[in-house]
């Protein structure tokens, strides 16, 4: 049994903080300022879940066995952040002065960031597997 969690862990265990921000906006009353000031604090709360799994991402990237498996990880963080965007994306018009416009431009930076490492790793990953063409190197003597 294999108890370690990955990144698509983390990211099903963050969805709970994001499906309670968009249930309080959808319900949001402006003019209640105790609901406003709860959404608030929701869309900081979301804020603080992007964060903390980026971290996360860059932490499982760093022990990754190889450069795959890194690029799996940022590929995660960029499908996460993308995700926090959508949910975003429906209520930072609706409600600018709470933080949404400003954790989707956090969502989006870390989205960009995640996507640039995934290449990256990508890229590093394709060159691993791609053989050396005959007569580039010297062949290798033994010396017994």
Not at 47 to 74: F, I, M, P, S
Not at 99 to 126: C, I, P, V, W
Request: hydrophobic share 40%; proline share 4%.
């Amino acid at each position: 049994m294999n108890a370690a969690l990955d990144l698509s862990d983390l990211t099903r265990l963050n969805q709970a903080p994001l499906d309670h921000m968009t249930e309080l906006g959808a319900n949001l009353d402006v003019a209640d300022e105790a609901r406003r000031n709860a959404f608030c604090r929701e869309v900081a709360a979301v804020g603080g879940v992007l964060k903390q799994t980026y971290q996360a991402a860059a932490l499982l990237a760093r022990r990754a066995t190889n450069c795959e498996e890194a690029g799996q990880t940022w590929k995660t963080m960029s499908d996460y952040a993308n995700h926090v965007m959508i949910v975003l994306s429906l209520l930072k018009d609706r409600y600018p002065g709470s933080g949404t416009a400003e954790l989707y431009d956090l969502a989006l930076d870390y989205k960009a960031a995640a996507e640039k490492r995934y290449q990256s790793n990508l890229e590093a990953t394709l060159c691993q597997k791609t053989p050396l063409p005959e007569g580039l190197l010297p062949p290798l003597t033994s010396f017994v």
